[in-house]
């Protein structure tokens, strides 16, 4: 064979393998792209859990006597409470925070780590650590305490809100608040306390409706508070629970939180990566067929 002809074969031959190659490469960058979502929503989901177990250690690490002491200050602050919440907390007002009242709220229930709390639902994998307040930036990490509610260490006549956003890109939060029935057990884990509440009202409310949200005599409630529906975020859902005694020493272990559109986006994932592995054999042997006719052809030469 001459130098030229191997030459165009070697040519071919390279042609033929970019060509397998270039949409190999391109669909597997993609598939990366793609597949951030996911990755980073895990990750951050398991963040969320280890600083939350990192808390719940060093509280109940802490001497008996200054849990006591953090426990009756925050019970005391809530006997003679005097911010009251008039609006949305997603409205985006943070005026209040120079006031000598937040200042105050700020430095109870501040240690270990300046988290309040722990919020920890079972059924739907939540173990996310509460902080004060419930700016953007808070909720951007966790869980947020409505300012101007109860703090969350129980007691008759008291109301906590926990508040934790829906439809965040990179953490799933409070996403399966909506798989939440009646009947069904949250948890609070406050300086080494676990506090047990049962849901008994779930409701979708206008965003300045706060009507339920109040004290309600005789009662130790805390409600869990999101934006609904999903990424519309025009509404409130509320899923209050009350208190169940006697409080567990530990809540139940919770599941991984692994929501519906995760489950989505992987079958979708898997379903690309079949087509184009199907593609890319397809093109081979048809390559391969019309470069074993050209071989038959130079034999026959």
């Known amino acids: 064979m001459k130098p030229n002809k191997k030459e165009k074969q070697a040519k071919r031959k390279k042609s033929h393998l970019r060509r397998i190659l270039e949409p190999i490469v391109l669909a597997l960058a993609a598939i ?43 019970r005391k602050y809530n006997a003679h409470r005097s911010a009251i919440f008039t609006a949305d907390p997603y409205n985006g007002t943070e005026d209040f925070k120079k006031t000598p009242e937040y200042k105050k709220y700020s430095s109870v229930l501040d240690e270990p780590m300046g988290i309040m709390g722990i919020v920890k639902i079972p059924k739907i994998g939540v173990k996310l650590p509460i902080y004060h307040g419930s700016s953007q930036d808070v909720l951007a990490y966790g869980a947020g305490h409505l300012y101007g509610t109860d703090l969350p260490v129980g007691g008759k006549n008291r109301h906590s809100v926990i508040t934790a956003h829906t439809g965040l890109p990179h953490a799933t939060m409070f996403d399966d608040l909506i798989y939440l029935k009646k009947g069904d057990f949250f948890y609070l884990d406050i300086q080494g306390e676990t506090l047990r509440y049962k849901v008994f ?84 042997k048809r390559k391969r067929g019309r470069f074993d006719l050209h071989a038959k052809h130079l034999i026959s030469i």
């Not at 792209?33 to 929503?41: D, L």
């Not at 529906?229 to 025009?234: F, K, L």
Request: charged fraction near 20%.
């Open 32 to 74: 990366l792209c793609f597949t951030y979502p996911v990755a980073s929503t895990l990750w951050n989901n398991h963040a969320s859990k280890q600083l939350s177990a990192i808390y719940d250690k060093l509280s109940r690490e802490q001497p008996k006597d200054a849990r006591a002491i953090s426990l009756d200050k925050a």
């Open 201 to 284: 009202r779930i409701s979708v409310v206008e965003p300045n409706d706060i009507s339920l949200l109040q004290r309600e005599k005789g009662r130790d409630l805390v409600t869990l508070l999101t934006c609904t529906p999903y990424g519309v975020n025009t509404q409130r859902l509320l899923v209050t629970g009350y208190r169940v005694l006697p409080d567990l020493v530990k809540a139940p272990d919770d599941k991984l939180q692994w929501p519906l559109w995760m489950t989505l986006f992987v079958i979708a994932l898997v379903g690309c990566a079949v087509i184009l592995a199907t593609m890319v054999v397809a093109d081979v």
